[in-house]
C-alpha cells in the first residue's frame, strides 16, 4: 500500500514536470528556427508527392532526404496531417515555404511526439533503486533524473527552437535503456533496432548494445570470479536477437533493395564528401586539431617558413561546409576519423565484457562509445554531444564521481550549443534558460551527494567560470569591434576550442573512472 501511495505522488510530479516543459515548448512556437526546418518541410514534400522510387533521388533541393528509411515514413505519415493544415507545404517546387499554418504544424508535431520521449522518461526513472531515502520530493534520485532529461537545456533549444526531432529519437533510445535495464532484452533490441532504421547517427553506441546484449542474455551465466561461464552460451538467444535485426532491417531497406536503390540510399546516408568538419566546428579533438593547424600556419608565416601565396584564405574559418586541406598537420580522411574512434571505443568495449558492472557498465560503455565518436567523428555537429549527455544524467544521480563529470559536460556541452542560436531575440531566452537549467543541475546534485566530497574540484571550477566572460565577449564585446569585420569566424573558433577542452576533458575522467574501476563481489556473484 506505501508502494502504491508512492506511485500516485511519483505520477503526479511527473505529470507535472511533463506538462510544464510541454507547455514552454508552445511559448516557443513562435521563435527563430534553423535551414533544419526547410528541410524538413521538403522530405514532408518528397515523401508526400513523389513515388517511393524517386525520394533519395529527388533534389529539387539542396536538402535532400538523408535519414534511413523509417524516418523517411515518418515524414510521410505527417505529410498526410499536414495538408489539413497547408497543402501548398508539400509542393516539392514551394523551397523555403514557411506560411504561418505551416509553421504552427512543423512545431506542433516535434511537441506532440515527444510524448514518446516522456514516457521514456518515466520508465528510465522507474529503473532507479531507491537507496536514497528523502522526505522533500526535490532530493528524490528520480525527481532529479526527470527534471533533468525532460528539461535539459540542450534538447529544447534544439529541438523547439532551432528544429530538429531529436525528442522521439531520444525517447527510443531511452526506453530500449530502460528495458535493457529490466532484463527485458528483446524489447530494447527491438527498439534498438528500429531506432538506427530511424537516424543512423545512432550506429555510434551500437557496439555497447551489441557487447552488452551478448555477454548479459547471449550467456546466460559467469563464473564465480565474474567472467562469462562460456557453456551457458544459449544459440536460441542468439536466433531471436538475430531475427530482430534481420526483420527490421528487411522492413527498412526491403523495398529499396528490391528496386535496386540499396547503393543510393547509402551514398546518401553517408556522404563523405562534406569535410572533416560541421560550418560551426563541433567542441571535439578535431577543432582542437584545427586550431593547432592554424597557430602553426601563422607562426610559419611571421617566421617565414610559409610561403603566403600557396596558403588558400580561411580554410578552415569561412564558417563553409567544404572540404579543405590543412597547412601544416597531416590532412584528415574519413579513414583516419574511422580508424581512431574505432581505437577510442575499443577500451570502453574491453570493460564492459571483461567488467561486467550490470546496466551501469552498459551505460558507462554508451555514454563513452558516444563521446569517442563526437571527439574523433567524421564531419560530427555540435548537436551530437545530446547523445552523450542524456544517457549520462542516468548515471550522475546515483555516484558524486560520475554527478561530477556530468556538470562538466553537461555545461560545457550545452554552452557548445549557443551558436546555433544567434539572432538577437533569441539571446536572453537561451541564457535565461541555460543559467535555470545549470543551477538546478548544480544544485540538486550537490544537495543528492551533500556528505561526500565537493562534485567538482577548485580547477574545474575555474574552468566552467571563464565561460561567463567567454559569452560576454562574444555576444557583446567582440560585434563592436573592428574585428567583426575581418575576422567574423572569431567568436565561433573561440567556442568550439574552449568547449573542445572541457569535453575533452570529460571524456578522459570518464575513461580513467571506468578503467580504473574493480568489479563489485555483487556482480560477481551474478
Given at each position: 500500500?506505501?508502494?502504491?501511495?508512492?506511485?500516485?505522488?511519483?505520477?503526479?510530479?511527473?505529470?507535472?514536470?511533463?506538462?510544464?516543459?510541454?507547455?514552454?515548448?508552445?511559448?516557443?512556437?513562435?521563435?527563430?528556427?534553423?535551414?533544419?526546418?526547410?528541410?524538413?518541410?521538403?522530405?514532408?514534400?518528397?515523401?508526400?508527392?513523389?513515388?517511393?522510387?524517386?525520394?533519395?533521388f529527388e533534389a529539387t533541393s539542396e536538402w535532400t532526404l538523408d535519414y534511413p528509411p523509417f524516418f523517411a515514413w515518418f515524414e510521410y505519415a505527417l505529410s498526410h496531417i499536414a495538408k489539413y493544415f497547408d497543402p501548398q507545404m508539400l509542393v516539392v517546387e514551394n523551397l523555403n515555404y514557411a506560411s504561418s499554418a505551416t509553421i504552427f504544424f512543423q512545431r506542433l508535431s516535434v511537441i506532440l511526439t515527444d510524448a514518446l520521449f516522456i514516457y521514456a522518461v518515466h520508465e528510465c526513472c522507474r529503473c532507479i533503486n531507491g537507496k536514497r531515502a528523502a522526505k522533500d520530493i526535490l532530493e528524490k534520485p528520480t525527481f532529479i533524473l526527470a527534471v533533468l532529461l525532460l528539461w535539459n537545456f540542450g534538447l529544447l533549444i534544439v529541438d523547439h527552437i532551432h528544429f530538429q526531432y531529436n525528442g522521439f529519437l531520444f525517447g527510443l533510445m531511452l526506453l530500449s535503456?530502460?528495458?535493457?535495464?529490466?532484463?527485458?532484452?528483446?524489447?530494447?533490441?527491438?527498439?534498438?533496432?528500429?531506432?538506427?532504421?530511424?537516424?543512423?547517427?545512432?550506429?555510434?553506441?551500437?557496439?555497447?548494445?551489441?557487447?552488452?546484449?551478448?555477454?548479459?542474455?547471449?550467456?546466460?551465466?559467469?563464473?564465480?570470479?565474474?567472467?562469462?561461464?562460456?557453456?551457458?552460451?544459449?544459440?536460441?538467444?542468439?536466433?531471436?536477437?538475430?531475427?530482430?535485426?534481420?526483420?527490421?532491417?528487411?522492413?527498412?531497406?526491403?523495398?529499396?533493395?528490391?528496386?535496386?536503390?540499396?547503393?543510393?540510399?547509402?551514398?546518401?546516408?553517408?556522404?563523405?564528401?562534406?569535410?572533416?568538419?560541421?560550418?560551426?566546428?563541433?567542441?571535439?579533438?578535431?577543432?582542437?586539431?584545427?586550431?593547432?593547424?592554424?597557430?602553426?600556419?601563422?607562426?610559419?608565416l611571421k617566421c617565414n617558413f610559409l610561403d603566403g601565396t600557396k596558403i588558400p584564405k580561411a580554410s578552415m574559418t569561412g564558417g563553409l561546409v567544404q572540404e579543405f586541406q590543412h597547412t601544416v598537420l597531416p590532412s584528415v580522411t574519413p579513414l583516419a576519423t574511422l580508424i581512431c574512434t574505432f581505437i577510442a571505443i575499443l577500451p570502453s568495449v574491453f570493460c564492459l565484457w571483461f567488467k561486467p558492472q550490470g546496466p551501469r557498465g552498459f551505460l558507462q560503455c554508451l555514454v563513452l562509445c558516444a563521446l569517442s565518436s563526437f571527439m574523433f567523428g567524421w564531419h560530427v555537429h555540435e548537436k551530437a554531444i545530446l547523445l552523450a549527455i542524456l544517457p549520462l544524467s542516468l548515471l550522475s544521480i546515483q555516484r558524486a564521481k560520475d554527478a561530477?563529470?556530468?556538470?562538466?559536460?553537461?555545461?560545457?556541452?550545452?554552452?557548445?550549443?549557443?551558436?546555433?542560436?544567434?539572432?538577437?531575440?533569441?539571446?536572453?531566452?537561451?541564457?535565461?534558460?541555460?543559467?535555470?537549467?545549470?543551477?538546478?543541475?548544480?544544485?540538486?546534485?550537490?544537495?543528492?551527494?551533500?556528505?561526500?566530497?565537493?562534485?567538482?574540484?577548485?580547477?574545474?571550477?575555474?574552468?566552467?567560470?571563464?565561460?561567463?566572460?567567454?559569452?560576454?565577449?562574444?555576444?557583446?564585446?567582440?560585434?563592436?569591434?573592428?574585428?567583426?569585420?575581418?575576422?567574423?569566424?572569431?567568436?565561433?573558433?573561440?567556442?568550439?576550442?574552449?568547449?573542445?577542452?572541457?569535453?575533452?576533458?570529460?571524456?578522459l575522467k570518464l575513461y580513467i573512472s571506468v578503467l580504473t574501476e574493480r568489479t563489485s563481489v555483487r556482480q560477481k556473484a551474478e
Open positions: 500500500q506505501g508502494a502504491r501511495a508512492m506511485a500516485a505522488g511519483g505520477r503526479r510530479w511527473f505529470r507535472a514536470l511533463a506538462l510544464g516543459v510541454s507547455f514552454l515548448k508552445c511559448l516557443l512556437i513562435p521563435a527563430y528556427y534553423s535551414t533544419d526546418f526547410e528541410v524538413h518541410r521538403n522530405w514532408l514534400a518528397i515523401t508526400h508527392s513523389l513515388p517511393l522510387s524517386q525520394w533519395y535503456v530502460a528495458r535493457l535495464c529490466q532484463k527485458r532484452y528483446l524489447e530494447g533490441a527491438l527498439l534498438f533496432a528500429v531506432l538506427l532504421h530511424f537516424k543512423h547517427i545512432y550506429i555510434y553506441v551500437a557496439p555497447a548494445y551489441g557487447i552488452y546484449l551478448l555477454r548479459s542474455y547471449c550467456f546466460t551465466a559467469n563464473n564465480a570470479d565474474g567472467s562469462v561461464k562460456w557453456r551457458s552460451f544459449s544459440f536460441l538467444h542468439v536466433t531471436l536477437l538475430g531475427l530482430i535485426v534481420c526483420l527490421v532491417s528487411a522492413l527498412s531497406l526491403g523495398p529499396f533493395l528490391v528496386l535496386g536503390q540499396l547503393p543510393q540510399v547509402i551514398s546518401r546516408l553517408f556522404p563523405f564528401k562534406r569535410g572533416l568538419c560541421h560550418a560551426y566546428w563541433a567542441p571535439n579533438f578535431w577543432a582542437l586539431y584545427n586550431a593547432m593547424d592554424k597557430a602553426l600556419t601563422i607562426l610559419g561530477g563529470i556530468y556538470l562538466i559536460l553537461a555545461t560545457t556541452g550545452h554552452f557548445s550549443l549557443f551558436p546555433l542560436l544567434f539572432t538577437p531575440p533569441e539571446l536572453p531566452i537561451k541564457i535565461l534558460l541555460m543559467l535555470l537549467f545549470t543551477v538546478y543541475s548544480f544544485s540538486s546534485l550537490k544537495s543528492l551527494f551533500r556528505r561526500e566530497k565537493p562534485l567538482l574540484n577548485w580547477l574545474e571550477t575555474i574552468y566552467l567560470i571563464q565561460l561567463v566572460p567567454l559569452e560576454i565577449f562574444c555576444e557583446i564585446v567582440f560585434p563592436l569591434t573592428p574585428w567583426k569585420q575581418h575576422f567574423p569566424f572569431v567568436p565561433l573558433l573561440l567556442t568550439s576550442v574552449y568547449c573542445a577542452l572541457g569535453i575533452t576533458y570529460a571524456w
